[in-house]
């Protein structure tokens, strides 16, 4: 379902792309910074079809939204993720 709602709205990589762009984040003096949240621009400052990211662009730094700073918010999803996957830990 996931990757259908994602090309409707226009957001949706490739696998080879989604690869590519996590190698750039690794390989490219641009992405050298830390700690920051690094987008590709196929007008993903936008929203819309075909508007919210999509293939292609450029890399720019993007902006946390509150939800991702608010640190209750990111307790609980540490707490969920690591109920989810604590049978793999052993």
């Given at each position: 379902?996931?990757?259908t709602?994602?090309?409707?709205?226009g957001?949706?990589?490739?696998q080879?792309?989604?690869?590519?762009?996590?190698?750039?984040?690794?390989?490219?003096?641009?992405?050298?910074?830390?700690?920051?949240?690094?987008?590709?621009?196929?007008?993903?400052?936008s929203?819309?079809?075909?508007?919210?990211?999509?293939?292609?662009?450029?890399?720019?730094?993007?902006?946390?939204?509150?939800?991702?700073?608010?640190?209750?918010n990111?307790?609980?999803?540490?707490?969920?993720?690591?109920e989810?996957?604590?049978?793999?830990?052993?």
């Open positions: 379902f996931f990757p709602l994602m090309k409707a709205i957001s949706y990589v490739s080879k792309e989604a690869g590519e762009r996590l190698a750039q984040t690794i390989a490219d003096p641009q992405a050298a910074k830390s700690g920051v949240y690094w987008s590709w621009n196929g007008d993903a400052k929203i819309g079809v075909g508007n919210a990211g999509g293939a292609g662009g450029d890399l720019f730094e993007n902006s946390f939204s509150g939800m991702v700073q608010d640190e209750a990111g307790q609980l999803c540490w707490d969920y993720s690591m989810l996957v604590k049978p793999y830990l052993k």
